[in-house]
Each structure stands twice: as structure tokens, then as C-alpha cells.
Nanobody, 113 residues
Framework: VQLQASGGGLVQAGGSLRLSCEAVRNIFSISTMGWYRQAPGKERELVATIARFGRTNYADSVKGRFTISRDIAKKRIDLQMNSLKPEDTGTYYC????????WGKGTQVTVSS
């Protein structure tokens, strides 16, 4: 599964960004898709996932601020990030679980204070 992520950038604290991840195949049969992030010097961590039948899961640190959604027709998932904080800074990676685990190239999100 090839995954193409886009939408990162630089934003001030309190601002918003929207990340998109497009799969080069039909995504309905994919077990789970989601976003992970990695800050400098830290391990990669889960941000949000969406399962095949739409169940979502969020890290506690982003609940109420981030929303993951899926457009099956466009073979895409999005991550709407609102009320961004400096601690949200990191490289964000799209992930898909099917017959294995697949990762897209990261997209940088930088939140300035």
C-alpha cells in the first residue's frame, strides 16, 4: 500500500492545519489507517486511527482538538488539527494496516508559541 501524505506546515499556537493521506488503492478493505507523529528525540506515537467500519481512536493529548475522517471514494484519510500547541510539533506519518503495516513519508508540522 503506497501512502502519500500532505498538508504539513508552520502555524502559530492556536491555529489549525489539515493533513491528508491518499492511498494508491481502495481503502475500504484496509483494517486501520491513521496518523502517528514523532518529535525530535522522542519515540513515534499514535495520534489517531480510523478502523475499517469507521471506529476512531485518539491519543488523550489530542482528544477534542483533532478529528480523523475518511473518504473511501477518494481513497483518503484526513486529520483536522485545531487549537494546535507547540507540543504538537513533529513529523507526522500516515499508517495503514492490511496484510502488514505500511508507512507514508512524513510531513512536518511545526507549531510556534
Amino acid at each position: 500500500v503506497q501512502l502519500q501524505a500532505s498538508g504539513g506546515g508552520l502555524v502559530q499556537a492556536g491555529g489549525s492545519l489539515r493533513l491528508s493521506c491518499e492511498a494508491v488503492r481502495n481503502i475500504f478493505s484496509i483494517s486501520t489507517m491513521g496518523w502517528y507523529r514523532q518529535a525530535p528525540g522522542k519515540e513515534r506515537e499514535l495520534v489517531a486511527t480510523i478502523a475499517r467500519f469507521g471506529r476512531t481512536n485518539y491519543a488523550d493529548s489530542v482528544k477534542g482538538r483533532f478529528t480523523i475522517s475518511r473518504d473511501i471514494a477518494k481513497k483518503r484519510i484526513d486529520l483536522q488539527m485545531n487549537s494546535l500547541k507547540p507540543e504538537d510539533t513533529g513529523t507526522y506519518y500516515c499508517n495503514a494496516v492490511l496484510d502488514g503495516e505500511y508507512w507514508g513519508k512524513g510531513t512536518q508540522v511545526t507549531v510556534s508559541s
